[in-house]
């Protein structure tokens, strides 16, 4: 079954510090690896993406890393910023053989709150 | 560039009624793909546009729900009749390119349906 868990389920840290995420995954065939932001009441947007051979990705105070042979993914936020607090969601992408379709499979999220 | 947009942001209605959500995608983005998240639950995928034809409707949940997209350009997205189960917050993604599984999918803020 292609699933995404995400942990921790939430986290509160102080402005300026910094934290990591993480995201373990079955889903196959594996495609590539997305971890988006989700701020309230908005849509999510997509902070990185890593394919297979890609080991870590940074975009900014973010970076990703994947270990596709442990299914493991995490996000590194550093010097967390007030702006920073929202739903952080990992979504993978199923691509299935044959087919140039990618069906993504979403984590829950993590709730993160960035307090001054 | 405009981003997704989504119309209503909010729809409250009760159980045994209609309710028909629309989506406008990014201007010239062929495919179009809608998502459900239902509370506490992780987003999942319903269906799949590219232009005016369905890819993939695998999953939608039932035949109480009724997408289209006329001409390619907004999409529809009707419940009939509404259930309880039926509540939750319901995305619009957007994407420019055939299917390419590392295409970046752009969604948009959401509408909320809750069903009474």
């Known amino acids: 079954k292609n699933q995404v868990e995400q942990s921790p389920q939430s986290l509160i840290i102080l402005e300026g510090k910094n934290c990591t995420l993480q995201?373990?995954?079955?889903?196959?065939?594996?495609?590539?690896l997305r971890w988006y932001k989700q701020d309230t009441g908005r849509g999510p947007v997509s902070l990185t993406i890593?394919?297979?051979?890609?080991n870590t990705k940074s975009n900014g105070r973010y970076t990703a890393t994947l270990d596709a042979d442990t299914k493991q993914s995490s996000l590194h936020i550093t010097a967390s910023q007030l702006s920073d607090s929202a739903s952080y969601i990992c979504?993978?992408?199923?691509?299935?053989?044959?087919?140039?379709?990618?069906?993504?499979?979403f984590g829950r999220g993590t709730q993160l709150t960035v307090w001054p | 560039e405009a981003g997704v947009t989504q119309f209503p942001s909010h729809s409250v209605i009760e159980k045994g009624q209609t309710v028909t959500l629309r989506c406008d995608p990014i201007?010239?983005?062929?495919?179009l793909y809608w998502y459900r998240r239902v509370m506490g639950k992780e987003i999942k995928f319903l269906l799949h546009?590219?232009?005016?034809?369905?890819?993939?409707e695998s999953g939608m949940p039932n035949n109480r729900f009724l997408a289209e997209r006329t001409g390619g350009t907004y999409s529809t997205l009707k419940v009939q009749p509404a259930e309880l189960e039926d509540s939750g917050v319901y995305f619009c993604?957007?994407?420019?390119?055939?299917?390419?599984?590392?295409?970046?999918?752009?969604f948009g803020p959401g509408t909320r349906l809750t069903v009474l």
């Open positions: 995201c373990n995954y079955t889903v196959s065939p594996f495609s590539n």
């Open positions: 993604a957007s994407s420019p390119h055939l299917s390419l599984s590392t295409d970046t999918q752009y």
């Open positions: 201007s010239g983005h062929d495919n």
């Open positions: 546009f590219v232009k005016e034809s369905k890819q993939d």
């Open positions: 890593m394919t297979f051979s890609e």
């Open positions: 979504v993978v992408s199923a691509n299935p053989r044959g087919s140039t379709l990618g069906r993504l499979y």
